[in-house]
């Protein structure tokens, strides 16, 4: 089955600064990408999703990429702000069961003011 | 809100008891997924339904069970209850996307479990 690695597990970065979190994947036929937020004691929530005949997609300061080839996406985060402060897990869909995916095991992101 | 509903939102409960949580999907939304979430820990899937049929399975152990409803509502049984089961299990519910495949899950608030 479908195997997502995370990395870093925890990053700390200064009010304004980038951050970028990476994720792997194992199965070449998953197409589908999500990254869901979640804020201390609050549900997971969608921040941004990708789909596998896309190479990248943006919503104000969020970005995704995806190089299939390799089998990694990340998330771009500009001009971060402390509410960006938060778990963010990535996820990648499993072709055994095409609308199920797998999640990655979370970036804890600090945003230092 | 997210429109998945998930009742209780705390449990606390004694080891070797039984336990069962509650969700309401978003209306219109047929998948139903079960997660657990550990302290400081990811999402372990344990298991989708999909409109009254198990769907996919995950480390969901044996005295877990689930089900779902012809009102689409789904059960999650926690039996013979161990400390290491207190966790905070989340409800989620998706659309299938118009072409097929994976798509937003909406997450519940949860459910609390202690298990004293």
């Known amino acids: 089955g479908e195997n997502v690695e995370q990395h870093p597990s925890t990053l700390s970065v200064q009010e304004g600064d980038s951050a970028v979190i990476k994720c792997t994947y194992s199965?070449?036929?998953?197409?589908?990408f999500p990254w869901y937020k979640q804020e201390l004691g609050k549900r997971p929530q969608l921040i941004i999703d990708?789909?596998?005949?896309?190479g990248e997609k943006k919503d104000q300061r969020i970005a995704v990429t995806l190089n299939k080839t390799a089998k990694h996406f990340s998330l771009h985060i500009t001009e971060t702000q402390p509410e960006d402060s938060a778990v963010y897990f990535c996820a990648a869909s499993e072709e055994t069961s095409y609308d199920k995916v797998i999640f990655g095991p979370g970036t804890s992101l600090s945003v230092i003011p | 809100d997210s429109g998945v509903t998930q009742t209780p939102k705390h449990l606390i409960t004694a080891t070797g008891q039984r336990v069962t949580l509650r969700c309401s999907p978003r209306s219109g939304d047929l998948s139903v997924y079960w997660y657990q979430q550990s302290l400081d820990q990811g999402l372990q899937f344990l298991i989708q339904y999909y409109n009254g049929e198990e769907r996919a399975k995950g480390n969901i152990l044996e005295r877990f069970s689930a089900q779902q409803f012809p009102d689409l509502h789904s059960e999650l049984n926690l039996s013979s209850l161990e400390l290491g089961d207190s966790a905070l299990y989340f409800c989620?519910?998706?659309?299938?996307?118009?072409?097929?495949?994976?798509?937003?899950?909406?997450f519940g608030p949860g459910t609390r479990l202690t298990v004293l």
């Open positions: 990708i789909r596998s005949n896309v």
């Open positions: 989620a519910s998706s659309p299938i996307w118009t072409s097929g495949g994976a798509d937003e899950q909406f």
């Open positions: 199965d070449s036929a998953s197409n589908y």
